[in-house]
């Protein structure tokens, strides 16, 4: 498939996957659909890979992930479909497995696949909590580490996680959800880390785009302007080898981009050094303390430690 040189903004096409090797769990329908045709348009040989379930994991089906499939092909693209669920270690391993059969490696993942079992916690019961981490979190782990393996023996890799503003900044009913999508933050966190020196490069999406997870939610203004089509041009340079950047969220929808990110404030060291503060010396130095004035990035513990070590006068380890 050769797309033309020049897109209909004037810009030369100069981000390609030609010989790239790609995985969008989930992608039999909403985000993970667009994410998928977007890649394969532009050369990468994609892994359908959708459960065909209803938009509360329950059931399953192979329609999802042979339509999107079907229609990549009828577009000149190559992919294949995956029906494994993405919430058991065997499902992972499985879906990781299509693609060093079907392609011979692994350079792209897309974790998007996702569930909603909305309840208020007095009435989310354990089964509607473990669900769900077990799709979002759980899923990202059991595709996201072997993948990495097969990323590392080609020293190359682009992996997208996908998390959510309910996770990032709270939304009354989805204590579940969003839980699952900030753990998908830390499990980042500490995996660019052991990536990184393989060349392997994680970042994640907050999306806002008109799906069947938000038809019910969403104007009908809304869910025009919102097509996931807004969302596909961040994950695709998220995917790319122009990448600079790891470990960083970003948020995405309607053609609008931020990022998001962890701040620390100033450190307020208060009382000499061993000296322990009561609570009301704590107290009197709140509004210090909640300050964000100043506020610093760290990109992994060892610099918050260092920070924290040097305000309190204590040997860096
Ligand atoms: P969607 O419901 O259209 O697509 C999710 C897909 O994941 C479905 O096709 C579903 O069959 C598949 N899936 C569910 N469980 C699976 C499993 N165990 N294994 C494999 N596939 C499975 O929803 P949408 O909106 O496209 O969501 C994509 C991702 O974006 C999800 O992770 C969602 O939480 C996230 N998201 C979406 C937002 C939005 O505004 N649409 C907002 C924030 C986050």
Redesign the pocket.
Known sequence: MTPPEMDSQGQRETIRFDDRVAIV?????????VYALELAKRGARVVV???????D?TGSGTT?SDSVVAEIKDLGGEAVSSY????TPE?GKNIVDTAIKTFGRVDILI??????RDKSLLKMEPELWKAVL???LN?TYNVTRPALANMRENAYGRIVF?????GLYGNFGQTN?SAA?MGVIGFMNSAKLEAMKYNIKINT??????????ENI?SSERLEM?K?EFVAPLVLYLCSEHLEDTGMIFNA?MGCFSRAAVLTGAVVKIGKKGEIPTPEVVAANMDRIKSLDGSVEFTNLRAAMASIDEAAGAASQ
């Open positions: 769990t989930g992608a039999g329908a909403g985000l993970g659909r890979n959708d459960l065909g379930g209803a938009q994991g999802a494994d669920s993405v919430a499902g974790n998007n696949a996702g569930i909603l077990e799709v979002h899923g996908t998390t959510s503003a309910a959800y999508k999406v907050a999306p806002v785009a008109a799906t069947r997870m938000t969403m919102a996931p929808g």
